[in-house]
């Protein structure tokens, strides 16, 4: 019978060096998310004058991006 102890001290010892490494490695950052545009005064006096009925895809298009606001509040600190 072949004396295993040698086995199992390297064998200990690159567990050791593993989990050591693994210590060091970090989850990757979140990528920063960009700001969120402002549409401003302008474009909110001209979105007054469009009513609904006649530029559903705009306003539906509207509603999902307020949509997505909301979806990426993670990011909320990030926006500008």
Do not use: H
Not at 15 to 35: F, K, N, V
Request: charged share 15%.
């Amino acid at each position: 019978m072949t004396n295993s102890l040698p086995r199992r001290v390297a064998a200990l010892a690159g567990m050791a060096l593993l989990t050591g490494c693994a210590g060091a490695i970090s989850e990757p950052a979140p990528a920063a998310c960009p700001p969120w545009p402002i549409a401003g005064p302008a474009v909110a006096a001209e979105l007054e004058t469009l009513s609904g009925e006649d530029y559903p895809a705009l306003w539906g298009w509207i509603d999902r991006l307020a949509v997505l606001q909301m979806q990426l509040g993670a990011c909320e600190g990030d926006r500008g």
